[in-house]
């Protein structure tokens, strides 16, 4: 069986079920693990990744205005490998190609490929697409044990923070300007983490606000994973919020409780990884209780 995957997200799952070798072709951002680099690239993006977020969301303003996608495929490439599956999704425009274009894609192509495309709102949407996947590369029974010690993992921070009466505020953003908040899947993982989320809504997608709706809020702490941001990249952009008036009021801001965490390999993308996210959020929310994934949250005031 050919694989092609159009996500990281995906593209790391197949890995971790062990079809490595029948992956054909990736999208430009698959960049975990190492190997998944090194296999022909089938996308790639109208927009430069590097650019300030106020810069980015201005770019993608641009290109929906014109008419245009944001990512294009590679159809010349996808006629040459051929692939049997495609492993794509139509969630989001703006986070990965399109489902109409990946099918565009495949007439073009006069490929045949079965397209699998994935909609992940909530975490047991993430886990019981890994058992789509499973199904789909013929690794069902891997999808099904990878599953399983998942559920195990969620099962341990459950069962440590079922007496914890303290729940603090916890407010994630997912991009800085304009200000976005987390939504989706994130709002769950900080109550399964032993934090009230603030503000966005489980299986809902990200709202945008104006700064000072968090400060009205005055989150214990503020988890800052930008949708395809590095760490690097955050602090490059940081000033987009501390500079704000709202920024310097926030109690998180005064207490040293803000976090900055990598949002391209973590928070924002719905694979097995997601897991590595909650307990990185576990570390945070509960320092007593969990020091598994620490290490992966930084304290702004400590970068």
């Avoid at 199904?135 to 998942?150: P, Q, S, T, Y």
């Avoid at 079922?162 to 976005?180: A, D, G, M, S, Y």
Wanted: glycine content about 4%.
């Amino acid at each position: 069986m050919k694989i092609a995957s159009l996500l990281p997200s995906t593209t790391e799952i197949a890995f971790a079920l062990g079809s490595k070798d029948e992956i054909v072709g990736v999208s430009h951002e698959c960049d975990f693990p190492e190997e998944a680099k090194t296999k022909p690239i089938l996308t790639k993006s109208r927009i430069y990744p590097f650019k300030r977020s106020d810069e980015i969301d201005k770019d993608v303003a641009e290109i929906a205005k014109s008419g245009l996608s944001v990512y294009d495929i590679d159809a010349n490439k996808l006629k040459e490998l051929q692939p049997d599956i495609i492993l794509t999704q139509d969630q989001c425009e703006v986070c990965a190609v399109s489902l109409k274009d990946v099918e565009k894609a495949v007439d073009k192509s006069i490929c045949n490929a079965k397209i699998i495309s994935l909609k992940p709102e909530t975490l047991s949407d993430i886990l019981n697409d890994i058992k789509t996947i499973g199904i789909a590369i013929n690794k069902e029974k891997e999808a099904l044990n990878l599953i399983k010690n998942l559920n195990i993992r969620i099962d341990n921070i459950k069962n440590k923070i079922k007496n914890i009466n303290n729940k603090p505020k916890v407010c994630c953003i997912e991009w800085l300007e304009p200000v976005i908040v987390s939504g989706n899947w994130v709002p769950e993982l900080i109550e399964i983490a032993g934090g009230t989320n603030i503000i966005s809504s489980p299986g809902k997608h990200s709202p945008k606000i104006e700064l000072k709706r968090i400060l009205e809020e005055q989150p214990a702490k503020i988890v800052i994973a930008p949708c395809g941001f590095r760490v690097y990249q955050t602090m490059n952009d940081i000033n987009l919020l501390a500079l704000k008036p709202e920024w310097r009021k926030l109690n998180a801001v005064k207490n040293n409780e803000v976090y900055v965490v990598d949002g391209n390999s973590y928070f924002n993308r719905p694979s097995h990884r997601i897991v590595d996210s909650l307990e990185v959020l576990a570390s945070v929310i509960h320092p007593g209780l969990f020091n598994e994934k620490r290490d992966l949250a930084l304290r702004l005031g400590e970068l």
